[in-house]
């Protein structure tokens, strides 16, 4: 019989804060959490969007479920006519990677971006109603994070008005595009424009790969799938691909001349628009993945919170002497909360910088508009910089909370070790997190050499304009309770990243050579680039409270939390938040003071923290986070389930077992 008891009923009703208006912050807005309800519920209850165990399933098998949900997806987009908005709502619960990511989330925006007006009218509407499918082929065996290093050659033959594309090379191979191996009809390739005998860098080529009538590569065109990838499930239901050309010619309109052109006589003509807009689609993804990171961040909580709640182990005050009785909820022990609840915090901070983020991407596009590019460098920091902190703070914080489930947590029936797979490629892809963090660094390194000149920094980096006051200020925190002050702790923030600053920009200049000291200098620029990144991150949750916040208690727990993100990242960065001066020892050991005080206050609202970010038992897709905490009959049950299971005596019992122990039965007579 199903139990339907709450298992979770008390720990709810411990909730201090109005857990209703704390979605409504989550989801953005009132409309956001309607819809994304509306449309959690419609995936959650249609056996098409069925989760089945995707971990026990053959690559072929996963790859083949994956299409065939892909397929689904667009079927019922289309048969209830979704809008925009509840589209990428069905994509984001359906849960499930596959070939449309990068079709919607790449090859169109980069088609958006880098296509004139002309070319946009054209391909738009085969891509938008996916007559043909996309993938984004940049990446090629030899040469990820050098993009300028790209070796595919796309050379223009002015006799017949073609670009012939080709791959002179084996480490000029595509490789990695996601769609690419067996579904894509189309792609968006990088190579090395040459015109005219001479080469003028990057640039963008739409060509077709597959016939639209039978599917097969067009000639001179060799595709495939690059093979398995790590964990179970997870990105194997994508076909990651690798893609040769052998002189494969397509007409001189398919290069993208938004930026820059070839004339029908093979004149490269540039035009005032930058070229980095060529990879604007990066911008744009990377913006999209800090709102993931919070998302995968949150998910993991959510298991490892309500978990925690319903495990018990060792005894506890209410026990008799013989330590029978009550055990002790994991969720009370202090090292548990020390390690959930600033990764609880991460989430919401996350949640805020990648709304803020999104605001100044939309912002950048309507300057774009304008022929304003003037924020362009700035948006590019940021998204780079947010990308690389939130997904190297989420893959460790979902990887913690597996820990935090103990020995469960490594049952793929938690969900967390696929969530975990699925999520980690995302420190690599769209730039590996160290190489987005030295672009980070150029930037700040540019702007405080700009400084001398007279030139004031702005937006994020406006703090930078302060420098003086910054390097000489000292922090006043003398008891504990000092530490709740959030222009206190921003100041300390801001003292640390500029001083870490200061001091390489001052590094920098003992070398001759430039490029030599940046590179002697980068392990220190990264880390300067991180403690700028925090910065930011701790700024828009501060400023997050500053606005109307309805609700009894929210706006208090969410105080709550944003201290807990600052002073836990203080207590983690000791080593620089002391080496600056920024905060003295005492100061240090009063900030861990405060931080176990606002861990008391989260404990009776953390189950409601975790129901607050709205998710169905189907997205999360966890028999140790389920909303009821009915974990031990979802475990027992779900064993069963496994093929292994299927017979009680194993396949190769006759062949590989019998004998082992008839051996043994033999060996113990002689
Ligand atoms: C089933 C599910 C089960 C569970 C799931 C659970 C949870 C999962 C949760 C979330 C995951 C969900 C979904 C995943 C969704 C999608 C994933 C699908 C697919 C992934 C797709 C991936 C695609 C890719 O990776 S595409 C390839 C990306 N490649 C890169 O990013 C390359 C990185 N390299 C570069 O960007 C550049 O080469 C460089 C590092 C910037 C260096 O270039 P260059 O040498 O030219 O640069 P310079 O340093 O000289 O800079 C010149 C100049 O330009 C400025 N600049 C550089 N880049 C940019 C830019 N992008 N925009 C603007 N300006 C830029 C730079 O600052 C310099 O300026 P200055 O001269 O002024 O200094
Ligand atoms: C799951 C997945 C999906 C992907 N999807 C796509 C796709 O759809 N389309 C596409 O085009 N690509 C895709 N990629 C490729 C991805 O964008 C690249 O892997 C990524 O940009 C990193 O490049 P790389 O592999 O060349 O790493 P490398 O640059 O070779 O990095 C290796 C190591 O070198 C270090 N390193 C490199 N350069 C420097 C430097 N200048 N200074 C200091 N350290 C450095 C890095 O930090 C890293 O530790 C995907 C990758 C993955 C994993």
Known sequence: ????????????????FNVEEMKIIWAGSLHALQVSDRIAKLVASDPGFGKENRAVLSRKDLFKSALKKAAYVWKRINELGLSEEETSWLRFYVDELAYDYVHWGMFVPAIKGSATEEQQNKWLPL??????????AQTELGHGSNVRGLETT??????????IIHSPTLTSSKWWPGGLGKVATHAVVYAQLITDGKEYGVNGFLVQIRSLDDHFPLPGITVGDIGMKFGSGAFNSMDNGVLRFDRVR??????????????REGKYVESNIPKQIIYGAMVYVR?????????????AVCIATRYSAVRRQFG???????GNGIETQVIDYKTQQSRLFPLLASAYAFRFVGEWLKWLYTDLIQKLEGNDFSTLPEVHACTAGLKSLTTSAAADGIEESRKLCGGHGYLSSSGLPELYATFVPACT????NVVLLLQVSRFLMKTISQLQSGKKPTGTTAYIGHVEHLIQCGCNVKKAEDWLNLCVILEAFEARAIRLLVACAENLTKFANPLQGFSELSPDLVEAAVAHCQVIVVSKFIEKLQQNIQGIGVKQLLETLCYIYSLNLIHKHLGDFLSTRSI????????????????????????ALVDAFNYTDHFLGSVLGSYDGNVYPKLYEEAWKDPLNESVVPDGYHENIRPVLKQQLQNARL
């Open 1 to 16: 019989m199903e139990d339907t008891v709450d298992h979770l009923a008390h720990e709810r009703s411990k909730a201090q």
């Open 127 to 136: 891509a938008n109603t996916m007559q043909i499918i996309g993938t984004y």
């Open 154 to 163: 796309a050379t223009f033959d002015p006799v017949t008005d073609e670009f």
């Open 250 to 263: 397509i007409p001189r309109n398919q290069m993208l001349m938004r930026v820059s052109k070839v004339t």
């Open 287 to 299: 913006q999209t993945i800090v709102a993931d990171a919070s998302i995968a961040l949150s998910r």
């Open 316 to 322: 506890s005050p209410q026990n008799d002497q013989n």
């Open 429 to 432: 892809y769209e730039g590996d």
């Open 584 to 607: 003295t020892p005492k100061q240090a050991s009063l900030a861990s003071d405060q931080l176990r005080s606002l861990y008391a206050k989260v404990r009776p609202n953390a189950i």
